[in-house]
């Protein structure tokens, strides 16, 4: 397939979503989920140069809806053998880096094709593991295709680039060349669509990689290395280890890792960004991080818009997979001349939300484990002294004893109170009231953070208003703040969101390469 060009593709079109309200899908869905019960409890090797590696240390994998439920079990990889994975990783780029374009693009493409056939086998994977309901399920299985097919045509796109003039008397070149071995740290919430578009845009620049997913979310990761390597894979291109901070650090510190591509807390990206700024002894490079660090997102709601549009996105985007997305809205302002009419339907928005087992495709779910129930029980305890509790605050108990909690609505809330600052990663909201657009606007901005945001008005000079003055990588207008589609909306943020990357847009695969320009005189 090295004949592969940009101009021998269609055009890139987003991956449909899957219509689950057809029986057909249903059962279809439902026979998935069955499919993929019967192989919870495998036992998962670490994969170093194509070579299936044990440890003496395991860890579980649970399903977040019945913690009894065991997804898969993985071994723990060493420290030592992190360094090995690293070494390995950078004797493979040898070759890899010498793979044309075409040929790293035509890998991609091979294995959207496979993750189409096996898209509700994913699906089901996602369910057990993470604990998404079908349609955020289908949403990152999607995404993940959707990463695959732009990289491919994005890595030809970059291949075919020229200089913007030819110089008299020169021929000249530009060049995008791969930058050697990355880490690629993904975190649990997108484990499929985040981790796999790291590492695929990546392998389609030419480096090679050392993939250590998120220890809540290992066993989809395996399965997708294993997609990879069906798709014509080479050994040693990417290097699955798993295991905790220990391992990650491991990694992000060794000489030989040229880039760090992350994806989780701003805690960890902080200490991340940090340690690759330091040079190691045989280091001869700066390391790139690559790094998107979670959000206080906002959605404004002014007193001209439409307020069924309005209560339906914030509904959506602060409660879609529990409020576990980084693009999630945990901060509403709200107009004061509609505030108390759309805290009240608000209310009854969220409190028609179904919470329960995501096999079974209810709106909302547990949160993903013991410490994200306390944190954000911890945060519960503390909004009741910063806000007035409209729903929710409560624990739930349901079959299986997952870790479920009640969608949680504070009205209320200053600005500056700690649930307004302070990222919870779960099904929590702040409402905040205001007197005015300029006090709306102020207030959205007043966090650290600046990933994504949203506003629902009529008028178009507050619409352009804000296009200049939201301060967020990701502006919304008259719709919810979350579902980013690649290609549509490059996604990253600004401030402590982090290095505002663009995944899915035009930019991203530039971050994994350097650009050597080229001039030869002419005789």
């Not at 914030?314 to 809205?329: D, E, I, M, P, R």
Request: with cysteine.
């Amino acid at each position: 397939m090295s004949s592969t060009t940009p101009h021998s593709l269609p055009i890139f079109r987003n991956e449909p979503f899957i219509d689950f309200s057809s029986a057909e899908n249903k059962r279809a869905m439902r026979e998935a989920i069955e499919r993929i019960r019967m192989e919870l409890g495998r036992t998962y090797d670490l994969i170093i140069g194509g070579s299936d590696l044990q440890t003496s240390t395991t860890f579980h994998s649970v399903n977040p809806a019945n913690p009894a439920e065991v997804v898969g079990i993985h071994y723990t990889a060493t420290v030592h053998q992190a360094a090995q994975a690293v070494e390995t990783a950078q004797l493979a780029f040898a070759n890899w880096r010498r793979s044309t374009a075409a040929d790293r693009a035509s890998l991609l493409l091979r294995a959207a094709g496979l993750l189409r056939q096996r898209h509700l086998e994913f699906c089901a994977w996602l369910v057990l593991e993470v604990g998404k309901n079908w349609g955020e399920a289908d949403a990152d299985v999607g995404e993940c295709i959707d990463f695959l097919e732009f990289y491919a045509r994005e890595a030809l796109r970059l291949d075919a680039a020229t200089t913007p003039i030819q110089y008299p008397g020169e021929r000249n070149l530009l060049r995008y060349i791969p930058l050697g071995v990355g880490a690629v740290i993904p975190p649990w919430n997108f484990p499929l669509a985040i981790m796999a578009g790291m590492t695929a845009a990546s392998i389609v620049c030419g480096n090679t990689v050392v993939l250590k997913p998120s220890p809540d979310a290992p066993t989809i990761a395996a399965h997708f290395l294993a997609l990879l390597e069906e798709a014509g894979l080479p050994d040693g291109v990417v290097n699955l280890i798993q295991g905790g901070p220990e391992v990650g650090r491991a990694i992000v510190e060794h000489p030989q890792v040229r880039f760090i591509a992350f994806t989780g807390s701003r805690k960890v990206g902080v200490e991340i960004h940090e340690v690759a700024a330091r040079t190691q002894p045989g280091q001869h490079f700066l390391k790139r991080t690559i790094l998107e660090m979670g959000g206080k997102d906002a959605i404004l709601v002014d007193a001209d818009c439409n307020l069924d549009q309005a209560i339906a996105g914030v509904t959506a985007s602060a409660f879609g997979f529990n409020g576990q997305k980084c693009s999630a809205c945990s901060r509403v302002i709200v107009d004061a001349a509609v505030y108390d009419v759309f805290c009240d339907r608000l209310k009854e928005a969220v409190e028609s939300l179904t919470l329960g087992s995501p096999a079974e495709n209810l709106q909302t779910g547990p949160v993903i484990n013991q410490t994200a129930r306390k944190r954000v029980l911890d945060y519960i305890a503390i909004g009741r002294n910063e806000g007035r509790l409209l729903t929710g605050g409560v624990e739930v108990d349901l079959p299986g004893k997952g870790y479920y909690i009640a969608p949680t609505v504070f009205a209320d809330v200053a600005p500056t109170a700690r649930i307004a600052q302070e990222e919870i990663f779960g099904p929590v909201l702040a409402v905040i009231k205001s007197d005015s657009f300029e006090e709306s606007l102020a207030i959205a901005n007043s966090t650290e953070y600046g990933l994504t945001g949203a506003i629902y008005t009529h008028s178009r000079a507050k619409l352009e208003r804000a296009a200049e003055d939201f301060h967020v990588g990701n502006l919304y207008f008259n719709r919810k703040c979350t579902g980013a589609m690649v290609g549509a909306h490059p996604f990253g943020g600004f401030n402590m969101s982090g290095t505002d990357s663009k995944a899915g847009g035009p930019d991203y695969l530039t971050l994994f390469t350097q650009a050597k320009s080229i001039a030869e005189k002419l005789t």
